[in-house]
């Protein structure tokens, strides 16, 4: 994206996520008191013989230690994608829901191996306004298949789930997506949660397929401010709701083929809310100085265009081409390139971790994000 597509004056900001309803500066202090309450809990795991590690509270993933290995857990959500599907449906003719089985597998699988565990069982939460939901055959199909298909491509097994009907709670012909996953780091060795980050790691970023499943109460905000919502082309001859389901990619694979190396990670970031202020979730006083930019997928340019965003909010909020990253000593870039290349996607080198405050800085686009401004832990 040329910095011509996004406004350079930082105090008018166009479209904001906080203006369609999701406020972080809100939920992220409701998070970190639940943080601390959960962590006066700890001791529970002694029953087992067990401990926590406690560096892993605030990080994505959730870890305990065990004789032979650490186990991780996440339970993660979709959000409000699978209206956007159920829009679309009407001028695609497709249900899409076997994409969106992939993006809440992704969502969940992404966020377990950032502390380099291999995703070992998924399970699934369907909840609906009502049971008449699985009713429509073809979308529950689509929806069960692609689930199995992304917990294949996690190279975990499908372990069961839930599919509470919630009426009064949630709105009738609508379903929340999410699930929950155990991971385990074995040996112990590639358990990874910041403390060996170093000034000198290089930054690589891996490629975006899209919006992922991040910003969504956004994308539908701008939908119904454009004359043929999503049926608009985004200028390539594709709408903007399939543009904006293309499924997220599932990036297991490429960190085990990394592993397996013996390349030494240093640090992993799933780069989902908070966008690129992601990039500083270790808790360490370091700077991460991003020298380059990535291309930026066709549907968040369009995004940022017809909402008018500045670069402070578009890279503040969305991936902006950059869906997970790894932290790594130079000799190893080349590796974590070549395994992403290998599964069909893009990476570059785009930064460098340097001592100083912590914050993230994009050199390309004059941006620079604080510590403070990501409190999510």
């Given at each position: 994206m040329s910095e011509s597509a996004l406004r350079s004056d930082p105090a008018d900001t166009g479209l904001t996520y906080a203006d369609t309803g999701v406020d972080y500066d809100a939920i992220d202090p409701a998070k970190?008191?639940?943080?601390?309450?959960?962590?006066?809990?700890?001791?529970?795991?002694s029953r087992f013989g067990l401990h926590e590690?406690?560096?892993?509270?605030g990080e994505s993933a959730y870890v305990w230690e065990e004789r032979d290995a650490y186990r991780a857990f996440v339970v993660e959500g979709l959000g409000t994608k699978s209206l956007v599907a159920d829009a679309s449906r009407a001028f695609t003719g497709r249900s899409h829901y076997d994409a969106l089985a992939q993006d809440t597998v992704a969502m969940i699988v992404?966020?377990?191996?950032?502390?380099?565990?291999?995703?070992?069982?998924?399970?699934?939460?369907?909840?609906?306004?009502?049971?008449?939901w699985f009713d429509d055959r073809e979308r529950a199909r689509d929806l069960v298949d692609g689930w199995a298909a992304a917990c294949e491509l996690a190279g975990a097994t499908w372990g069961g789930g839930e599919t509470p009907a919630l009426k009064g709670i949630i709105e009738p012909g609508t379903i929340d997506l999410g699930g929950a996953c155990v991971g385990v780091v074995d040996p112990k060795e590639r358990l990874v949660l910041g403390d060996r980050l170093v000034a000198g790691d290089h930054i690589v970023l891996?490629?975006?397929?899209?919006?992922?499943?991040?910003?969504?109460?956004?994308?539908?905000?701008?939908?119904?401010?454009?004359?043929?919502?999503?049926?608009?082309?985004?200028?390539?001859?594709?709408?903007?709701?399939?543009?904006?389901?293309?499924?997220?990619?599932?990036?297991?694979?490429?960190?085990?083929?990394?592993?397996d190396t013996g390349a030494d990670v240093h640090y992993l970031v799933n780069v989902t809310g908070h966008g690129w202020r992601k990039l500083m979730r270790a808790h360490r006083a370091l700077r991460y100085r991003m020298h380059s930019a990535v291309p930026v997928p066709p549907v968040l340019d369009f995004i940022v265009r017809q909402g008018d965003m500045s670069p402070d909010e578009a890279y503040a909020t969305l991936n902006m081409g950059a869906g997970?990253?790894?932290?790594?000593?130079?000799?190893?870039?080349?590796?974590?390139?070549?395994?992403?290349?290998?599964?069909?996607?893009?990476?570059?080198?785009?930064?460098?971790?340097?001592?100083?405050?912590?914050?993230?800085?994009?050199?390309?686009?004059?941006?620079?994000?604080?510590?403070?401004?990501?409190?999510?832990?």
């Open positions: 970190i008191m639940a943080q601390k309450a959960a962590a006066l809990t700890a001791g529970q795991l590690v406690p560096a892993s509270r992404n966020d377990v191996i950032v502390v380099g565990a291999a995703p070992q069982v998924v399970n699934a939460y369907w909840a609906v306004g009502d049971s008449h891996i490629e975006a397929s899209g919006i992922h499943a991040n910003g969504l109460t956004l994308a539908r905000h701008l939908a119904d401010q454009l004359p043929k919502g999503y049926a608009t082309d985004i200028g390539n001859g594709t709408s903007y709701g399939e543009a904006l389901l293309a499924p997220t990619p599932i990036y297991a694979s490429i960190l085990a083929e990394v592993l997970f990253a790894f932290y790594v000593p130079e000799v190893h870039v080349d590796t974590v390139i070549s395994a992403a290349q290998r599964k069909g996607l893009g990476a570059w080198s785009a930064g460098v971790v340097e001592e100083g405050e912590r914050e993230v800085v994009v050199e390309p686009l004059g941006l620079r994000y604080a510590g403070e401004r990501l409190g999510v832990r």
